[in-house]
């Protein structure tokens, strides 16, 4: 090769000669470069988490608009994650009605067993509530009611938990309009 010197049985593949790289040393600079771009890429790819096994990931992780929080029973204090009635509960601060049911009203009741049973829905409500993850579905074409609270079904498993509180006697179809308990 013109302008690489060799000096026998110990050549230097390495060597620069001149203004020029030694033939052998090309192959060898790409290899450094590709190794550096994988260790940057992998890198990259390890921070922002790309890489996510996906035997790790739970069916809850996974589905859409998952919600899971501790609810209590509301009271005077500020309203974040509370149930307020068999159909209607505080979470993250926004007021939702289940819009599929009707139960008890409990302010006021309009008799004594409205009443009872509005106290058993609000606790039913709440354990329903605070036995899992639930997803919260929109209903009709409203977005909200009357009173501003979010209009939303809520299941859980695929499961209607207003058809829950249904099943127990606590609650019954929403048919567009309530009715007395008292009866």
């Known amino acids: 090769m013109a302008g690489c010197r060799r000096s026998g049985k110990g050549s230097r593949p390495f060597a620069i000669v001149g203004n020029r790289l030694h033939a052998n040393t090309l192959p060898i600079l790409i290899a450094i470069i590709a190794v550096a771009i994988g260790t940057y890429a992998a890198d990259l790819f390890d921070r922002t988490a790309l890489f996510v096994q996906p035997s790790a990931l739970t069916k809850e992780d996974t589905a859409p608009d998952m919600h899971r929080a501790s609810f209590s029973l509301c009271d005077s204090a500020k ?16 007021k939702i009605r289940i819009a599929d049911i009707d139960t008890p009203e409990l302010s006021p009741p309009r008799c004594a067993r409205e009443k009872a049973l509005g106290l058993q829905a609000k606790k039913e409500l709440q354990n329903l509530l605070n036995a899992g993850s639930f997803e919260l579905a929109g209903w009709g074409s409203s977005d909200r009611d009357r009173y501003g609270r979010k209009l939303r079904t809520v299941t859980r498993n695929g499961q209607s938990i207003g058809k829950a509180l249904i099943a127990k006697g606590l609650a019954r179809p929403w048919e567009g309009s309530r009715r007395s308990w008292c009866g």
């Open 79 to 94: 309203r974040i994650n509370c149930v307020v009635d068999g159909d209607t509960f505080w979470m993250n601060g926004e």
